[in-house]
């Protein structure tokens, strides 16, 4: 299956991503995670990349859609895929579908978490990240036993950059503007299905399977 999860930042969709890909024995494509792990190599897109992520802008077409035909040229895409974070533009969608029709494939479904702002800013505000293991932690939802350290490898936990309430208000501006209207592109599409991605995790992945299976996931 060939899938991609759009949503606002916050509405969970690195951990369904996970799940999902796992459940579907396909490879998980994130590109925020691809652009992380630059950034931390210190790789010339790296450093590019951190210019927007820190503002919470988005990482220019170009840069990302290049990024990601490198990605799913790679052998353990050619027979389904995850996209988590891509596309965010309509022009990275279109780019997408292009790509695709090119290998002679496409879309299959586009599955939509569907979360509201305020509850948006309550999870990525309180969001803490490990600096060892990279686990994600929650101060309300999810708090580790001794504040600021992680539970799992005892390494100190840190706050994104993209976490902070000025860039939370910026990346959702940017959601609103660059990517709301995918929900309309692939409306047209008769390819977009959504989901309440509000409550438990667990449950969020029940209704995502469930709505996978009744379109032949
Ligand atoms: P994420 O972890 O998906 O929230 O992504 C973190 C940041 O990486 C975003 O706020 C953007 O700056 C950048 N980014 C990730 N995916 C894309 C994309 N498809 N297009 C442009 N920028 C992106």
């Known amino acids: 299956m060939r899938l991609v999860l759009v949503g606002p930042p916050g509405a969970g969709k690195g951990t369904q991503a996970e799940f999902i890909a796992a459940h579907l024995a396909v490879p998980k494509i994130s590109t925020g995670d691809i652009f992380r792990a630059n950034v931390s190599q210190g790789t010339p897109l790296g450093v590019e990349a951190k210019r927007y992520m820190d503002a919470g802008k988005l990482v220019p077409d170009e840069v990302t859609i290049n990024m990601v035909r490198d990605r ?7 027979e389904g895929f995850l996209l988590d974070g891509f596309p965010r533009t309509t022009p990275q969608a279109a780019a997408l579908d292009k ?6 494939s496409g879309l299959d479904l586009v599955l939509e978490l569907v979360v509201d702002d305020d509850e948006v800013i309550r999870r990525l505000s309180g969001r803490r990240t490990c600096r060892g293991c990279g686990k994600i932690w ?8 001794q504040e600021g350290i992680c539970d ?5 936990l840190f706050q994104r950059d993209d976490d ?3 860039t939370i208000a910026e990346r959702l501006r940017e959601y609103a503007d660059k990517t709301a209207p995918l929900v309309d592109y692939y409306g047209a599409q008769g390819k977009l299905v959504g989901i309440d991605a ?5 449950d969020v992945t029940v209704r995502a399977i469930d709505a996978l299976r009744s379109y032949g996931g």
């Open 198 to 202: 509000t409550g438990p995790v667990e």
């Open 164 to 166: 902070k309430a000025e």
């Open 138 to 145: 929650h101060v309300e939802f999810d708090a580790p036993s």
């Open 152 to 156: 799992r490898c005892g390494a100190q």
């Open 72 to 78: 799913l040229a790679e052998p353990d895409a050619a």
């Open 99 to 104: 790509l695709l029709a090119d290998l002679g």
